[in-house]
């Protein structure tokens, strides 16, 4: 079965930090594109950030620029979302996927390119 699963969640007050995990099984994440996504109650779904199949670009969506970091561990077969200086508007579910043709130069944080997604993990900041 192919799917990636999400993890690392929670609780935390503003100006915190928190690292979400991808991890993946039946596919190879090095082999796809990988995305992070969010959606808050009543709004519409956010890219956040991803990261190409090789690992040398990503793409960052500007509410979390020089906050959020993304990066690969091929050897874990997994991707992660550092997330750092918390807000509450970040609050939201927070939602991994793979693709192919994901985070190219070309298609960046296009949620239709990304094949493979997660259930979701919840991020809630608050006091």
């Known amino acids: 079965q192919l799917q990636v699963v999400e993890s690392g969640g929670g609780l935390v007050q503003p100006g915190g930090s928190l690292t979400l995990s991808c991890a993946a099984s039946?596919?190879?994440?090095?082999?796809?594109?990988v995305g992070w996504f969010r959606q808050a109650p009543g709004k519409e779904r956010e890219g956040v950030s991803c990261i190409s199949i090789n690992g040398g670009s990503s793409n960052v969506a500007d509410s979390v620029k020089g906050r959020f970091t993304i990066s690969r561990d091929n050897a874990k077969n997994t991707v992660y979302l550092q997330m750092n200086s918390l807000k509450p508007e970040d609050t939201a579910v927070y939602y991994c996927?793979?693709?192919?043709?994901?985070?190219?130069?070309?298609?960046?944080?296009?949620?239709?390119?990304?094949?493979?997604w997660g259930r979701g993990t919840q991020v809630t900041v608050s006091s």
């Open positions: 996927a793979a693709g192919q043709w994901g985070c190219t130069v070309v298609s960046g944080l296009n949620a239709q390119l990304f094949d493979y």
């Open positions: 039946g596919l190879t994440l090095s082999r796809y594109g």
